[in-house]
Antibody, heavy 118, light 112 residues
Framework: QVQLVQSGAEVKKPGASVTVSCKAS????????IHWVRQAPGQGLEWMGW????????SSAQTFQGRVTMTRDTSISTVYMELTSLRSDDTAVYFC???????????WGQGTLVTVSS | QFVLTQPPSVSGAPGQRVTISCTGS?????????VHWYRQLPGTAPQLLIF???NRPSGVPDRFSGSKSGTSASLAITGLQAEDEADYYC????????????FGSGTKVTVL
């Protein structure tokens, strides 16, 4: 079945960077874009950006432009999201999810908790 | 600040019908972009519930339905069940934000 499995929880200090990975299985990796969405504790969903797993082209929300880098490794069906210059308000669960063109976003990875604390 | 506005909470007794609104603008829902709905159970990842305004993925019961009109969309849950207690989010695309996907502010559904 289609599955996205993310890397484990991270604890980082302010100013550091974090990289979260998302490994896809059960479908043709390059046939679907991958989104990154985050959710701060007790808050709603915030779209960060997406990557074309075919071309590697990316698009990110204005909020994150300059701080987020999304890449992919097609040989292992994995996408990566790096967020730099971390602040305490970057503490959140980060999700990857598969784009389904006109059919919404899904499935989602299990989420990766990133805690930013001094 | 969320581009799509939802009521923070709605509630209903088992068996009742509840609706969740999602209000946008002429740059997203009103521009003709599809609306999708997601359900998030506590401590889990969101799951697609309705896609392209009013379509259910396989496995989603027909108690869930979606609609869209003008700059707004709605999700209806009929025959409310205890397992429907969750957070619900709408999502669309906004043409004015450099081509950005946007989520609603989220609605907590409580089954009384």
């Amino acid at each position: 079945q289609v599955q996205l499995v993310q890397s484990g929880a991270e604890v980082k200090k302010p100013g550091a960077s974090v990289t979260v990975s998302c490994k896809a299985s059960g479908y043709t990796f390059t046939a679907h874009h991958i989104h990154w969405v985050r959710q701060a504790p007790g808050q709603g969903l915030e779209w960060m950006g997406w990557i074309s797993t075919d071309s590697g082209a990316t698009s990110s929300a204005q909020t994150f432009q300059g701080r987020v880098t999304m890449t992919r490794d097609t040989s292992i069906s994995t996408v990566y999201m790096e967020l730099t210059s971390l602040r305490s308000d970057d503490t959140a669960v980060y999700f990857c999810a598969r784009d389904q063109v006109d059919m919404g976003i899904g499935p989602w990875g299990q989420g990766t908790l990133v805690t930013v604390s001094s | 600040q969320f581009v799509l506005t939802q009521p923070p909470s709605v509630s209903g007794a088992p068996g009742q019908r509840v609706t969740i609104s999602c209000t946008g603008s002429t740059s997203n829902i009103g521009a003709g972009h599809d609306v999708h709905w997601y359900r998030q159970l506590p401590g889990t990842a969101p799951q697609l519930l309705i896609f392209a305004n009013n379509n259910r993925p396989s496995g989603v019961p027909d108690r869930f339905s979606g609609s869209k009109s003008g700059t707004s969309a709605s999700l209806a849950i009929t025959g409310l069940q205890a397992e429907d207690e969750a957070d619900y989010y709408c999502q669309s695309y906004d043409s004015s934000l450099s081509g950005s996907f946007v989520f609603g502010s989220g609605t907590k559904v409580t089954v009384l």
